[in-house]
Each structure stands twice: as C-alpha cells, then as structure tokens.
C-alpha cells in the first residue's frame, strides 16, 4: 500500500478509531444560529454549548468530527471552536478530529495555517486545496499533522476543472495520484472525494491505494453510502470518513435535538456499515 509516510500519527488515529467505532461515519459540526434548536435561541455560549449537546450524543457512533471552521469564524466565535476542539480530544479521544478549512497558500502562509490547525485547534488532519502543488503542503507535515486534498468535489460546478482532460485522464486522478505517489512520502495524506459521485470515487481508489478517503455529501446532499462504500472502501471495508452535517445536526428544532442527532446518526451509520462488520 501506499501508507508509506513516517508521519504516522493521523492515520494511526484514524485507524484506531475505526477499530473503536466500528463506525466510517463522520458527523460534520456547522453551527448555524439561524437553524438552532430553540432551547439555544440567542443563548450566551449557544455555538459551543450546541456542538458540545451533539458531540456528546454522537461520539460512540462515529469515527470522527468533522467542524468547519467557517461556520464558526463569521460568528467571531473562533474560540467555540477552539473549545470544542479540545472538548473532543480530551473527552473522546478515539475519536478522529478533521479540521475542515480547506486551506491553499504558499510557504509562510501557510506555515500559519499549519500552526493554526495543528496549534491552536490541535487537529489530527486539516482540509486543504491542491491547487498551489507540493510545497503548498510542505509545513503541514512540518507540524506532524495529515492532510486531506480536495480531488472530487460534490458541487455542481466541481466539473469546471476537475474533470479536464490532463494527459488522457481528468484533472482529479491527477491530483489522486500526486498526493498517492509523491504527498504521502512526505507526510500523512488523504483525499476528500464527494459522495455524488460512486463512479468516480472508485476511479480514485484504485490509483490512491489506501489512503483514507473523505466523502462528503451524505444526508442533506442526497449522496447513497451504500454505492459510497461499495466504491471506495479498502479491502478491509474501511479506508473512508463518510461525511453528514445538517441531515444528524438539525434533525430536530425542538428540546430533543440532541436525541433527535443521536437517532439519526444510528441510522445513518447501520446505512454506512459494509457487509460483515
């Protein structure tokens, strides 16, 4: 396998995770006040109290949490995430923390992005755009933390790059095969391929080994995790993050929000099982 990086630690995490959750579900946290319950309607520490309520209902179905940072940052509420960051690893620590920010810049800048990630809000793995190349990359793995390029994206406008023709193949088998072939020699990788599309996840699989792979797209997005898992898993049945947010975290307005999250992502991890497990 490709699994060849010195930096061990993300997927070290990630695997025990996947042993301690027998899970591949990934609960996306995107705080939106708009759409809190109402027992948090306009609550001092409503962003955080919220996520901690669906961390806590969900952490023995997941393999990880998935927050993005710019649910929190237009609410200046950077320190909820900072808070909830550290709440997850020291109250769950089995379970995977993905800090979804999809950063993308050069050298010194992104040296602060590597020190906001993996300093400041101590994630195991951090979402970044490929674009820039390599040495876009470099100081992430500078800091020990994994990085997980965007290939496939689930959005309708994905196609207007990510499948041109580069050289006979579509530009994400590309960037698949630049971070199976030369990212994952420096540093712990993986790849973000949306769950819309079975077809092409399993073109990614084939060319990026077994490196974990997060899918986004489920619930609110209509993605099918039965085709996803049957697409992307390794020969293990694991290898994939399958990613939720609104369908698990607003399931219900009400008192019983949380439990309302807890149910569904019952259902959304027994859909999300392979055969066997």
Request: aromatic share 8%; proline share 6%.
């Amino acid at each position: 396998g490709r699994l060849r990086s010195r930096h061990v630690g993300f997927h070290d995490q990630l695997r025990r995770s996947w042993a301690a959750s027998n899970s591949l579900l990934c609960v996306g946290l995107d705080p939106d006040p708009a759409r809190f319950p109402t027992p948090l309607d306009a609550a001092p520490d409503a962003v955080f109290r919220f996520c901690k309520e669906i961390v806590d209902a969900t952490a023995d179905l997941v393999c990880a949490f998935k927050p993005q940072f710019a649910h929190f940052a237009s609410q200046r509420e950077e320190a909820a995430l900072e808070r909830i960051c550290t709440y997850i690893l020291e109250t769950y620590p089995d379970v995977t923390l993905i800090l979804d920010a999809k950063r993308g810049d050069i050298g010194s800048t992104a040296e602060h992005y590597a020190r906001e990630a993996f300093g400041r809000y101590r994630a195991h793995a951090v979402t970044v755009n490929p674009y820039l190349g390599a040495d876009s990359v470099v100081p992430y793995f500078a800091h020990g933390g994994g990085v997980l390029a965007l290939c496939r994206t689930s959005n309708p406008g994905g196609d207007d790059l990510q499948s041109l023709d580069v050289g006979g193949s579509p530009l994400y088998l590309r960037v698949a095969e630049m971070v199976a072939d030369e990212w994952a020699g420096r540093g712990a990788c993986g790849l973000v391929v949306g769950a819309t599309y079975p077809e092409e996840l399993a073109r990614v699989r084939a060319v990026a080994g077994d490196l974990p792979i997060l899918v986004p797209g489920f619930g609110a997005q209509g993605g099918d995790p039965r085709a996803a898992v049957a697409a992307g898993a390794t020969a293990d049945g694991r290898g994939l993050m399958l990613s939720s947010s609104r369908a698990i975290i607003y399931a219900s307005s009400g008192d019983d929000f949380a439990e309302a999250a807890r149910r569904a992502a019952i259902d959304e991890r027994l859909a999300t099982l392979p055969d066997g497990w």
